[in-house]
C-alpha cells in the first residue's frame, strides 16, 4: 500500500468497534454507516482468502470473521466500516471464496448453496448471481457467487468442477448455452456451440 495515504487505527481498534456495532445480532448495517473516511489501512485479503495486517496473516479465524462483517464494497474500493469510522483495504480479488457446496432439487429447480472459508451461506439466484471470468491470456475460468452487498467469493477449483458436472443446456439470448440453474434462475457458463464434442 505504499504511496497511499495509510491511518493510526489499529486492527485491534477497528475490532472493537466492531464487536460493539454488532452487539452478536448477526450482521452489522453497515449499508447504513457513512462515518468519514479515514484513509488506508495495511490490510489486504489475498486470492486464496487469507487476511493479512501490515504484511502477516491475521490466524485468528475469529477476528478474521469479524472483520468480514463490516467489510463493504464502495465503487471498485473496499473498506471497512464502523458507526464511526471507514478505511481502505487491498483486495486482490474476491474478499470470500466459497470452499463447498450442497446442492437440493434438480434441473430448473436445482438450488446450490455455496459455504465460504468465513462460514457464510448462500443459495445462488437473482440476489446471489453467479458469474464467470475468462482469464484473456490463458482463457482459465475464474467463478464467482455474490455473498452479500455486491461482496463476491471465487469459488475454489475443486467446486467449480464439482458445478460443472451439475451443468444443463438451455435458451440464452437467443442460443443454446451451457450454464448452472440455482435459484430458479439460469447462469449460462459458455455457449454450447464453444464446447468441444
Not at 454488532?22 to 448495517?29: C, E
Not at 465503487?75 to 464502523?82: A, E, I, K
Request: aromatic letters at 8%; one cysteine or more; hydrophobic letters at 35%.
Amino acid at each position: 500500500m505504499s504511496g497511499q495515504n495509510t491511518v493510526n487505527p489499529s486492527a485491534e481498534d477497528l475490532a472493537t468497534s466492531a464487536r460493539a456495532a454488532s452487539n452478536g445480532r448477526g450482521l452489522p448495517p453497515v449499508h447504513l454507516w457513512n462515518p468519514p473516511h479515514c484513509g488506508n489501512l495495511d490490510m489486504r485479503i489475498a486470492r486464496d482468502g487469507t487476511w493479512y495486517y501490515e504484511g502477516t496473516p491475521i490466524n485468528r479465524p475469529e477476528m478474521v470473521r469479524l472483520f468480514s462483517t463490516i467489510l463493504r464494497k464502495d465503487g471498485d474500493s473496499y473498506v471497512l466500516v464502523t458507526p464511526v469510522e471507514k478505511v481502505g483495504i487491498t483486495v486482490d480479488d474476491a474478499p470470500f471464496v466459497a470452499v463447498d457446496f450442497d446442492t437440493k432439487g434438480s434441473g430448473a429447480t436445482q438450488d446450490i448453496c455455496f459455504h465460504t472459508n468465513l462460514g457464510d451461506t448462500v443459495t445462488a439466484g437473482p440476489d446471489a448471481p453467479l458469474r464467470i471470468e475468462r482469464d484473456e491470456a490463458s482463457g482459465e475460468p475464474s467463478p464467482y457467487v455474490t455473498v452479500r452487498a455486491n461482496l463476491e467469493a471465487l469459488i475454489d477449483r475443486k467446486s467449480f468442477y464439482r458445478l460443472i458436472e451439475l451443468g444443463a443446456h438451455a435458451e440464452h439470448a437467443g442460443q443454446s448455452w451451457f450454464g448452472l440453474w440455482s435459484g430458479g434462475q439460469f447462469f449460462p457458463v459458455i455457449p454450447s456451440a464453444d464446447l468441444s464434442d
